[in-house]
């Protein structure tokens, strides 16, 4: 384990290195994940909820299931991994976070460039006039569903869902990170959700080393140069210490 943090540190200590996140970080901090055997998707039906269809039919359900999963991101505080992240973007290490979280939880941590590829849970955006705001409470029930402070229609939330397309902006700035990058810091996904998934593959394909840390055997091991298999907590406090790294928890 030692040696994989030794090997992680002298890639990206030279290396174009782009940061690549998934539900992993975030279920350390206590968020729910969607896929796996606690995941959300196993006590809700995702048709249900997570699709423009759903949202149509019964914007309130949606946007009360919605506003508790708001709540419990507004509790959560962002973990060891997303701090070391924040600092290695700091000092010019990192060169962007692209994530498929949609909790925000890395530009609390203090990463700048951060790249939401499934948007963004903290913002709504009207479904009438396309105007998007940021929210910064859990809504209270009596709010729901939440209204475009500009037209009043019915908005909804910022994220991408089931049949949609991942916001065309984010998209390619991912890829043109993913195209330069040296090497790819892939934390907590199984690289199962496309195509944020293959951006990883895309990178390597063009030379890039892969370090992969996730709690279990994931897609990208046989692709890693570097593979920690657990907490990814544990494997940045790792490499704060190795890199003389301090950061407040
Ligand atoms: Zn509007």
Redesign the pocket.
């Given at each position: 384990m030692e040696e994989a943090v030794k090997s992680a540190v002298d890639i990206i200590t030279r290396s174009y290195t782009v940061v690549f996140t998934g539900s992993g970080i975030s279920a350390e901090a206590g968020i729910p994940t969607f896929r796996g055997k606690d995941g959300l998707w196993n006590k809700y039906r995702p048709e249900e909820l997570a699709t423009p269809q759903a949202f149509n039919r019964d914007p309130l359900r949606v946007w009360e299931w919605y506003a508790w999963r708001i709540g419990i991101i507004l509790r959560a505080k962002p973990t060891v991994a997303h701090k070391v992240i924040a600092e290695l973007e700091r000092k010019g290490i990192v060169k962007a976070v692209i994530t498929q979280n949609v909790d925000g939880l890395h530009q609390r941590a203090g990463s700048r460039n951060v790249i939401e590829l499934h948007g963004s849970i903290m913002r709504v955006r009207?479904?009438?006039?396309?105007?998007t705001w940021v929210i910064g409470r859990e809504p209270k029930k009596e709010e729901l569903p939440l209204r475009?402070?500009?037209?009043?229609?019915v908005?909804r939330p910022d994220v991408v869902w089931f049949g949609e397309s991942l916001p065309r902006e984010a998209l390619s700035r991912a890829y043109e990170h993913f195209s330069k990058a040296e090497a790819v810091i892939v934390v907590g996904t199984s690289g199962v959700v496309e195509p944020a998934a293959s951006l990883v593959l895309l990178a390597y394909e063009r030379g890039a080393k892969i370090i992969n840390i996730n709690l279990e055997a994931n897609r990208y091991m046989e692709y890693a140069t570097v593979n920690y298999i657990g907490p990814s907590s544990k494997f940045f406090c790792l490499l704060a210490e190795r890199m003389g790294i301090s950061i407040d928890e």
């Open positions: 009207c479904t009438s006039c396309g105007h475009c402070p500009r037209c009043g229609s908005s």
